[in-house]
């Protein structure tokens, strides 16, 4: 439904997107993650149409947005970082005026308003003036908006930003019940969020694509470095030699916590028994208060992909 | 087409709830009432010739305030980026703002046909003159509202955009001074060419040149050639 093929965009000198190539199917959710400045908005708005790209070509319902961006346009709804509504206008206006440049009709209308207002639980504030509205109901509206005209693909730039936790869950469910059916590429801060409602995630830092996978498939991936978490009652740098000693451990922190206790953070590889080991190592001269195998969050993940990126650059420059 | 009516309905439902056009209006029914008494009772002749002059200075320096919103209201509101994204084509925005506009300018006039009751009641005006007159005064107004909604397209700010486009029309009004001070015919003639109120005289005179129509359409036509162009090429 959405195709990238390897897009860039350049703004003068300066190269905002890298080559990014990736592709949304019918009845997906694809999470698009990254750092703040790290190109998702400019990615969204060149799928939207608002900008083109530099190189590359985007596909919208089979559309190319270089072409045919008038078609794609009634196949897709928008909705924008800050939501684009006019505040003089009240909601049920402003609504009707973009369901009828999205090809509504006199008939269809009225049960399309419907539809999109009680998706977005807008009853209560239909007749008021846009400008009255809280943030919140700001969003849904913007929301709204983008559900008009029943589109294919739905492109959503932090759609829970200045919701409250109810409004979020509501709003959540709103995308899934679309994922169903349609195609949607969201973009977000909040973690959690992918791991909930989005089959697939991509990872974007500094206008390049570090990562596309499935939630539970980039944890995996990452667990290979895993991290192995003690406490132990004993001197700090005798157990970090004793630690590095035992194979499958490659790296050693340690800090003090009180008390003459340690807590130690061992980078192991992924093989299985390193626990055991280092168990046994301990058993010998310290006793043990804690040994726990951190699970990879996709937090972690998410950071040590930017965080690699970010020193390649740097290596690179 | 159902994008331009779409655009164009927009347009109306803004003006009327903002106070922008309110005020529009009535300083220009009152300046215009003001000169017209003025003009009647000072010279004694009951003809809007003088009025239609002091209109057009009117209408100069209000036009800024009609079209200053038009796109940069839309880029701080940030509402650009659905026109954009919408099923539609840079020049139906263009048109339906521009429609929506010059239905402005068209209530602006016809209500100042209230003059024309005491003229007709105790005068006897030329009605060919009067309607040449309004028709040099649309004209003129229309093409004094393209060049300021491209203006507005060009600035995210509508002060900036409005005065931008207030000296700008200000010149084409007193182009035709310049003139007086040229020796060469050319410049002189160009002069002429370009007046806004040059051209407007010979309407209010009840002359009507097909060379001073076809002006005011091709400034209208390439003020809104550039800002469609304008509005592609910012993609």
Redesign the interface.
């Known amino acids: 439904m959405i195709k990238l093929e390897s897009v860039s965009k350049r703004y003068g000198s300066r190269t905002i997107i890298h080559d990014i190539s990736f592709s949304v199917a019918k009845g997906e959710i694809v999470g698009f993650l990254g750092p703040n400045g790290a190109g998702k908005t400019t990615t969204m ?1 060149m799928i ?5 790209p530099t190189s590359g070509r985007i596909t919208v319902a089979g559309f190319d947005m270089g072409t045919q961006n ?2 794609a ?2 196949r ?1 709804g ?1 909705l ?1 970082e ?8 009240d909601v049920s ?1 402003y609504l009707r ?2 369901a ?4 509504v009709t006199g008939a269809a209308m009225r049960a399309e308003l419907e539809r999109v207002i009680s998706a977005c639980r807008l009853e209560a504030v239909v007749a008021r ?1 846009i400008y009255k509205l809280s943030k919140g109901y700001r969003q849904r509206v913007g929301l709204a ?1 983008a559900l008009l005209g029943k589109p294919d693909v739905l492109l959503l730039d932090e759609p829970t930003a200045g919701l409250d936790p109810g409004q979020i869950q509501e709003t959540r469910e709103v995308i899934r019940a679309f994922g169903e059916h349609g195609a949607v590429l969201l973009s977000t801060h909040i973690l959690p969020e992918v791991t909930l409602i989005c089959q697939r995630v991509a990872i974007i830092n500094g206008g390049r694509l570090l990562a596309i996978d499935s939630p539970a498939g980039l944890q995996q991936a990452s667990q290979q470095t895993n991290n192995v978490l003690i406490e132990v009652s004993a001197e700090a740098e005798p157990l970090r030699q004793e630690l590095l000693a035992v194979e499958g451990v490659s790296d050693v922190k340690v800090v003090s916590i009180g008390d003459g206790f340690v807590r130690a953070e061992c980078q192991v590889d992924a093989q299985a028994g390193v626990e055991a080991r280092i168990a046994r190592v301990i058993a010998t001269r310290w006793s043990l208060h804690r040994l726990e195998r951190q699970q990879s969050t996709l937090e972690n993940v998410f950071l040590r992909y930017v965080n690699q990126s970010a020193q390649q650059q740097k290596e690179a420059a | 087409m159902n994008g331009v009516l779409a655009i164009y309905r927009k347009e109306m439902i803004q003006y009327f709830r903002s106070p922008i056009a309110y005020f529009v209006m009535s300083v220009f029914l009152v300046g215009t009432g003001y000169f017209f008494l003025y003009n009647i009772f000072s010279t004694g002749v009951g003809t809007m010739d003088e009025t239609f002059r002091n209109m057009g200075v009117l209408l100069v320096t209000l036009i800024p305030l009609v079209t200053m919103r038009l796109f940069s209201g839309e880029y701080t509101g940030r509402t650009m980026e659905l026109l954009m994204t919408l099923p539609l084509k840079p020049w139906e925005i263009v048109v339906g703002k521009y429609l929506g506009a010059a239905t402005i300018l068209l209530l602006m006039t016809s209500a100042t046909g209230i003059n024309l009751v005491p003229l007709y009641l105790f005068g006897n005006p030329e009605t060919k003159t009067i309607l040449s007159g309004y028709m040099g005064f649309l004209l003129m107004g229309m093409a004094c509202l393209a060049i300021g909604q491209f203006f507005s397209a060009l600035t995210h700010n509508q002060i900036v955009a409005a005065l931008i486009t207030t000296p700008i029309l200000l010149a084409f009004w007193f182009i035709g001074h310049l003139q007086a001070y040229q020796s060469s015919p050319e410049l002189r003639g160009l002069f002429g060419y370009l007046s806004f109120s040059l051209h407007f005289g010979d309407f209010i005179r009840g002359l009507l040149r097909t060379e001073a129509v076809a002006f005011y359409f091709a400034v209208v036509g390439i003020a809104l050639t550039l800002n469609t162009s304008y509005l592609q090429w910012r993609r």
């Open positions: 708005r939207a149409g608002s900008t083109t008038q078609q346009a009634k897709l928008y924008p800050n939501p684009p509504l006019y505040d003089v206008l206006t005026f973009v009828k440049v999205k090809g003036e908006q």
